[in-house]
């Protein structure tokens, strides 16, 4: 057996140290001298005293605690972990785009103003819309910049329209965005084929209607293929249509939010384009709009005049103003132009069709050992439901448990929250066939170890770090110093 590793703080040795620092050369100065008294400390950090080579070892044991899509496999459904290709890495970092600073004059920032007009004009092109905002930084609040470009639309006509629909497949910052916008949300029931239930639809809407907000392909992974009626409900009572476009990866080049009737679509770039996410950011969650709601953008948007010549356009009287300091997390949005121009029209293309693709591969694969609670074509993702395992008495969550033991990330579970024992899935484009059939082995192998021997599934995991945690509480209050 493995010796236990000991903890950084075991290995401290007095006067041990992990740097070398010149003497120094300046008159040495009392702390208390130059610090405010109440800001000093009583007395020294509790350091541990260590060589570099413990320090280093401390952290790169505790790097590869952590999973990410560079690890492996990671098919977490509505949150797309796709590969991030290292190209967009290397241009974000070309110093003219990593060393400029948001308070440079205009006129030496061209290159960085051109990048963002263009990529305001990718996105409008990609979802059909007219004009382009960059400056939200993350899904969530790309939602509430939107609702709150509605609710300036509505004010603006003098209208007070206060009710926000969602259905109950609906991503769950979809309520709260509209919550924090504000207004009051209305959950309708999906239909049995997990689609908007337009009878639902149709009584929930009045003059208090201000918008639907809705993702399609939903978050069942299923196309709405009723969008055309649902639209028109909604603007027949005077409101209108928000796409959650986080998660676009069935829908590029193929059709657009602004064709399905949407007046209002947020995407994360740090999903559907391949920047970087997890652990809390940063990401962009860009919004696009149809016209009427362009006067209400954010602001600045990136203007060009007839010369040619790139500006912030900050001469715009209904803008509900800034949502963001500066003008959005510009590494990110180099990331995301990196990975459109990498691509090009015929490749996003490409990549929402193997998306597609793979997920129905997978769903079909999967189909004899787990139930599929909406059969038929998938889009991006899909759900199943480990009901059936119920008997065995394993539950979802331990078949998920058990995939870490195998290397895998789990995928999402219990959400949807309108499928029992949901596990949904999204093996996204990036990954090859020998790589989804690797993981669709492991899942049937995991659906006969719940017949045969269910305490095995039940108990995973075996090879983490740490086992079955409280994962609300772990979230909420960690404990960051633990020996576990
Ligand atoms: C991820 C996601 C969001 C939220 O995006 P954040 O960047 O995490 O705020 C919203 N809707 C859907 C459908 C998503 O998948």
Redesign the pocket.
């Known amino acids: 057996m493995k010796p236990e590793k000991a903890l950084i703080f075991e290995l401290t040795q007095p006067g041990r140290v992990a740097y070398s620092v010149p003497d120094c050369d300046v008159p040495e100065v009392d702390p208390a001298s130059v610090i405010p008294h109440g800001m000093l400390r009583a007395k020294p950090a509790e350091l541990p005293e260590v060589y570099e080579v413990d320090v280093i070892r401390h952290y790169t044991e505790l790097s590869r605690r952590n999973f990410g899509i560079d690890n492996g496999f990671y098919p977490l459904g509505?949150?797309?972990m796709k590969y991030n290709p290292k190209i967009n890495e290397d241009v974000a970092r070309f110093p003219g785009f990593a060393k400029i600073h948001p308070y440079q004059p205009e006129e030496s920032i061209q290159g960085a103003l051109e990048l963002l007009f263009t990529l305001q004009n990718d996105l409008a092109a990609l979802t059909g819309m007219d004009q382009v905002t960059l400056q939200p930084a993350?899904?969530?609040?790309g939602?509430w910049t939107g609702l709150m470009l509605i609710r300036a639309y509505h004010e603006s006509r003098g209208e007070k329209r206060t009710k926000v629909i969602v259905p109950d497949s609906s991503?769950g910052?979809?309520p709260a965005s509209a919550t924090v916008a504000g207004f009051e949300t209305i959950t309708i029931p999906s239909n049995d084929l997990g689609l908007v239930d337009l009878e639902e639809l149709r009584a929930a809407v009045g003059s208090d209607t201000a918008a639907l907000m809705l993702?399609n392909p939903n978050?069942l992974g299923l196309f709405e293929r009723q969008i055309e009626d649902v639209a028109k409900i909604i603007h027949d009572a005077g409101g209108l249509l928000y796409y959650?476009g986080?998660?676009s990866n069935a829908i590029m080049g193929i059709t657009r939010p602004g064709d399905m009737g949407f007046d209002v679509v947020h995407l994360?770039l740090?999903?559907t384009m391949s920047t970087p996410?997890g652990g809390g950011g940063p990401?962009a969650?860009p919004v696009g709009v149809k016209s009427r709601l362009v006067p209400f953008l954010p602001k600045p948007v990136v203007g060009r005049t007839d010369d040619g010549v790139y500006y912030w356009d900050t001469d715009r009287p209904q803008s509900i103003g800034r949502v963001k300091a500066y003008y959005g997390n510009f590494g990110i949005l180099v990331r995301a132009y990196t990975y459109i121009r990498t691509y090009g029209p015929e490749g996003l293309r490409r990549v929402s069709e193997n998306a597609v693709l793979n997920a129905n591969y997978m769903m079909h694969r999967l189909a004899p050992y787990f139930e599929v609670p909406y059969p038929g074509v998938c889009k991006h993702e899909f759900v199943l439901s480990g009901k059936r395992l119920k008997a065995f008495g394993v539950r979802t969550l331990d078949v998920a448990k058990r995939l870490l033991d195998f290397g895998y990330h789990p995928p999402t579970v219990y959400f949807p929250l309108n499928v029992e024992e949901c596990i949904m899935i999204e093996p996204t484009e990036t990954e090859s066939k020998e790589t989804l059939d690797a993981f669709i082995d492991t899942m049937i192998q995991i659906a006969q170890e719940a017949e045969t021997d269910p305490q095995l599934v039940i108990n995973a995991p075996y090879t983490t770090v740490v086992k079955r945690l409280d994962e609300a509480t772990a979230a909420r209050k960690p404990v960051l110093n633990c020996s576990c």
């Open positions: 509505s949150c797309t993350a899904g969530a609040h939602e991503h910052t979809n993702t978050t959650d986080a998660n994360n740090h999903k996410h990401g969650g």
